[in-house]
């Protein structure tokens, strides 16, 4: 062990509301209060290789000029910046006197300026968003894109239709990543010890039933594989702990008799969210 006098980080913990918002108000005030009172220093004991990462931290901060890194941050933004636009579908609607369109017209004319080229205000300092690429994405399966403000179709010219995940899709989305949701449950049931394996007609038995859900259902796209799989494995990794038998293999039957029942329940298949 070693001593070693470390910089108290620790800031008075208040919040201004003005109109540049809560959260951009309050981090400048500290910015500005930490120079203002400095930073009061303390002896703590702390290993030789906490020690050791802890000076290399403080010397780290000491070379990086934050200035030149802010002005560089700025400016790849400016040039090479793309913003994700999601769930505009949510304030598309048709123009109406009274009601909730308005507010969705509203905020499509607050978003336009942004998009057509403008300069915003940050804590950063000013950006330009002339050559930023804005993407926007929507389900729109209540509203289609022409409910949009014209001045706002104009600005997202080119539009492509995704079509819907089939049962071949989801056994890829299953299968291929390297951070796959079964390769996720063989990886965390092998800290209880236990030996897990998909069938291939097992995994085609998991996709068949999130698309028969997805097209009676509300189509969720992937995201339904995920409790689907906590439903088939869930007696599984209840018991594994003290489970004699340490290697399991899931197969189609295994999976038609842990879903069976919900899947021909219309009233539960609708929350295997």
């Known amino acids: 062990m070693v001593e070693v006098e470390v910089r108290e980080r620790n800031m008075p913990s208040f919040e201004i509301i003005t109109n540049q918002g809560v959260e951009e108000m309050d981090v400048n005030v500290k910015d500005m209060l930490s120079g203002m009172f400095g930073q009061q220093k303390k002896k703590r004991k702390m290993t030789v290789s906490e020690a050791f990462d802890y000076l290399i931290q403080e010397e780290e901060g000491r070379l990086i000029d934050m200035d030149q890194v802010t002005r560089l941050a700025v400016d790849r933004v400016e040039q090479m910046g793309i913003l994700f636009i999601d769930e505009v579908d949510k304030i598309a609607g048709r123009e109406a006197g009274h009601g909730p369109d308005v507010s969705r017209e509203g905020v499509q004319r607050d978003i336009l300026p942004i998009v057509e080229g403008t300069t915003v205000n940050t804590r950063y ?33 080119i539009r492509v239709e995704l079509s819907s995940l089939s049962e071949a899709d989801f056994i890829r989305i299953l299968t291929e990543p390297k951070n796959a949701l079964i390769k996720q449950y063989i990886a965390l049931l092998d800290t209880e010890g236990l030996k897990l394996s998909f069938s291939e007609d097992a995994i085609a038995a998991v996709a068949r039933f999130a698309a028969t859900v997805n097209e009676h259902t509300e189509n969720i796209g992937a995201r339904r594989l995920h409790t689907i799989l906590e439903k088939v494995l869930e007696e599984i990794s209840f018991e594994a702990p003290e489970m004699k038998k340490k290697t399991i293999k899931v197969d189609a039957a295994y999976v038609q008799k842990q879903l069976v029942n919900i899947v021909k329940d219309q009233d539960l298949s609708r929350y295997i969210l």
């Open 125 to 157: 300092g000013m950006v330009r968003t002339d050559h930023i690429l804005f993407i926007a994405a929507g389900a729109f399966h209540t509203t289609k894109p022409s409910d949009l403000i014209p001045e706002l179709q104009g600005r997202f010219p």
